[in-house]
T-cell receptor
Framework: QKEVEQDPGPLSVPEGAIVSLNCTYS??????FMWYRQYSRKGPELLMY????GNKEDGRFTAQVDKSSKYISLFIRDSQPSDSATYLC????????????????FGQGTILTVHP | SAVISQKPSRDICQRGTSLTIQCQVD?????MFWYRQQPGQSLTLIAT?????????ESGFVIDKFPISRPNLTFSTLTVSNMSPEDSSIYLC?????????????FGPGTRLTVL
């Protein structure tokens, strides 16, 4: 069993739709949760990060973490064609000083296409 | 966020040869990481490189195959040695940027390697 599971999709939605992307994980030591967006032939770009359980909102993006269920989500409101990319969830544990270990464990990535 | 560049951006190499990939950051960073992203797969951490110490390799990756240098706080190299077609992949470096309680990571654009 992989430590982080993510539905690879592909996911295709019309412009303006609400998109829900999800990951589940098995390692209870994970405390930091991130979402990256990766355009074709580019490096991953950090979108959101959260620490422990809860919600975080940034513009059209909302990240949710439910540690009791070992489940994280990224919601994209009013999706745009420019949101078409691969979305990767990533997680890490806690090391010395309360910072993350530094090692990120990634999900497989979900390919999202938003069509006009 | 840090600005990260990688050289070369892409290369096609022959079996049995070696390639050195460079990663340059526009600011001093403590931790640098090297990842591999095989076709259609997610990112897998190869090793963590801290300045002034030996790189720490993840399970399945060895120094003889992937030697790493970290001569200063803004630069690192990864060498892929004695290459085979299975080494065809995107190689990405990332840096950890301390902020509050978490170390988020920022990625370079990647080096796309094809081994014939």
């Amino acid at each position: 069993q992989k430590e982080v599971e993510q539905d690879p999709g592909p996911l295709s939605v019309p412009e303006g739709a609400i998109v829900s992307l999800n990951c589940t994980y098995s390692n209870s030591a994970f405390q930091y949760f991130m979402w990256y967006r990766q355009y074709s032939r580019k490096g991953p770009e950090l979108l959101m990060y959260t620490y422990s359980s809860g919600n975080k909102e940034d513009g059209r993006f909302t990240a949710q973490v439910d540690k009791s269920s070992k489940y994280i989500s990224l919601f994209i409101r009013d999706s745009q064609p420019s949101d078409s990319a691969t979305y990767l969830c990533a997680m890490s544990g806690v090391g010395a000083g309360g910072t993350s270990y530094g090692k990120l464990t990634f999900g497989q990535g979900t390919i999202l296409t938003v069509h006009p | 966020s840090a600005v990260i560049s990688q050289k070369p951006s892409r290369d096609i190499c022959q079996r049995g040869t070696s390639l050195t990939i460079q990663c340059q950051v526009d600011s001093q960073v403590t931790m640098m990481f090297w990842y591999r992203q095989q076709p259609g797969q997610s990112l897998t951490l190869i090793a963590t490189a801290n300045q002034g110490s030996e790189a720490t390799y993840e399970s399945g990756f060895v120094i003889d195959k992937f030697p790493i240098s970290r001569p200063n706080l803004t630069f690192s190299t990864l060498t892929v040695s004695n290459m085979s077609p299975e080494d065809s992949s995107i190689y990405l470096c990332s840096v950890a940027s301390s902020g509050g309680y978490t170390d988020t990571q920022y990625f370079g654009p990647g080096t796309r390697l094809t081994v014939l």
